[in-house]
């Protein structure tokens, strides 16, 4: 059942994003004041508040460190004269991370520490950067990094001396 919904949910992303985007809006919130309230419960409403700024603080700071270190890998690979793939993804899961850790809630913090720690950061960014499609400066469209194609470009120069 729930494996149909997702595959109807799937189909009419790909047709339209809307309905998809105004079910998460409307679906996480709810999800996230019914932990809220449960937790509460079983722990305190003070507890609960104290719990969820922690989180905050935790990942805010967990991002800058995460943040640096990824910028620094970006530059090693920059100077290797690589292609920076993904450092560039993880850098947008730490951004997502971080601002899902913001948010105040439970869900969005797990999700939060998801994208925050490094073993699954890069399993996502390699996750990610298989669907993703690349355009080569040729303009022919292929998948991801390994589809075998040739990265050579062809092509002639000449050297203007002022």
């Given at each position: 059942?729930?494996?149909s919904?997702?595959l ?6 790909r ?20 932990l ?5 419960g079983?722990i ?9 700024v922690?989180?905050?603080?935790l990942?805010?700071?967990l ?34 991370g ?8 439970f ?22 950067l ?5 355009v ?5 469209p ?13 092509g ?6 002022d």
């Amino acid at each position: 059942m729930l494996l149909s919904v997702a595959l109807q949910l799937r189909y009419v992303c790909r047709m339209n994003p809307f309905p998809a985007l105004l079910l998460l809006f409307l679906l996480v919130p709810l999800v996230e004041i019914y932990l809220l309230i449960q937790i509460g419960g079983v722990i305190g409403a003070f507890p609960t508040v104290m719990l969820v700024v922690f989180t905050a603080v935790l990942g805010a700071a967990l991002a800058r460190y995460q943040g640096l270190a990824t910028l620094q890998r970006l530059q090693a690979t920059i100077a290797r004269g690589e292609t920076p793939a993904i450092e560039v993804f993880e850098g947008v899961l730490l951004l997502v991370g971080a601002l899902l850790l913001l948010t105040p809630g439970f869900l969005t913090d797990l999700l939060g520490f998801a994208c925050l720690i490094p073993l699954t950061r890069r399993a996502l960014a390699f996750w990610l950067l298989k669907r993703v499609t690349v355009v080569t400066p040729g303009g022919a469209p292929r998948k991801g990094p390994e589809s075998g194609q040739s990265r050579t470009l062809e092509g002639e120069f000449r050297r203007e001396d002022d």
